[in-house]
């Protein structure tokens, strides 16, 4: 179980710095739709299409936890 907890731990530190860039790529590009989102709890940001939180983080005991920083205009 150690083992399994270290992985996800693992998993979403790299997760975190793949999301800050694509979020820092879709504020450049302005792919229109979408929003960066940010979960104080992960102090991570994260893209998803505009509408309800859906926080990849932690999974479902978080899944409602962030807020929209910046929607994406084309």
Same mark, same amino acid.
Do not use: T
């Given at each position: 179980?150690?083992?399994?907890?270290?992985? #996800?731990?693992?998993?979403?530190?790299?997760?975190?710095?793949?999301?800050? /860039?694509?979020?820092?790529? *879709? #504020?450049?590009?302005? *792919?229109?739709?979408?929003?960066?989102?940010?979960?104080?709890?992960?102090?991570?940001?994260?893209?998803?299409?505009?509408?309800? *939180?859906?926080?990849?983080?932690?999974?479902?005991?978080?899944?409602?936890?962030? #807020?929209?920083?910046?929607?994406?205009? /084309?």
């Amino acid at each position: 179980l150690r083992l399994l907890e270290a992985r #996800e731990i693992m998993y979403r530190e790299q997760f975190k710095a793949l999301s800050r /860039a694509v979020a820092q790529l *879709v #504020e450049r590009r302005a *792919v229109a739709g979408h929003g960066i989102y940010f979960c104080p709890m992960a102090d991570a940001y994260w893209i998803q299409k505009s509408g309800a *939180v859906k926080n990849p983080y932690y999974g479902a005991k978080m899944l409602g936890c962030g #807020e929209v920083v910046k929607k994406v205009q /084309a």
